[in-house]
């Protein structure tokens, strides 16, 4: 029986024109990523859980600026959740005989 595996978190990074990150960041934000601005027109893009076709996000934003350009796709998946808290222990009882 096979498992279907999903990616908890997709990166994509990319440079651009200054002149050009203006569309192309909107557009990615159409598309539910959230957009960070590096130096030098660096661009990095973040998808959580995403179930956009990012081949057709990738054949959009080349549509928007006029000619293909590299992307760098990395897909994160959880390996492992855990969660860590403080438990105290509980009050002795006082009402014992």
């Known amino acids: 029986m096979s498992q279907e595996t999903t990616n908890d978190l997709i990166r ?4 651009l024109d200054s002149a050009q990150l203006a569309p192309i960041a909107e557009l990615l934000r159409d598309y539910g990523a959230e957009i960070y601005n590096g130096t030098d027109g660096q661009v990095i893009a973040l998808w959580d859980e995403t179930d956009q076709d990012l081949d057709a996000v990738v054949e959009s934003l080349w549509e928007a ?21 403080h438990e105290t222990e ?8």
């Open 65 to 85: 600026h006029g000619s293909e350009f590299e992307i760098i796709h990395e897909a994160f998946r959880r390996v492992e959740l855990l969660e860590y808290h």
């Open 90 to 97: 509980p009050e002795a009882d006082t009402a014992a005989a």
């Open 12 to 15: 994509w990074t990319f440079t």
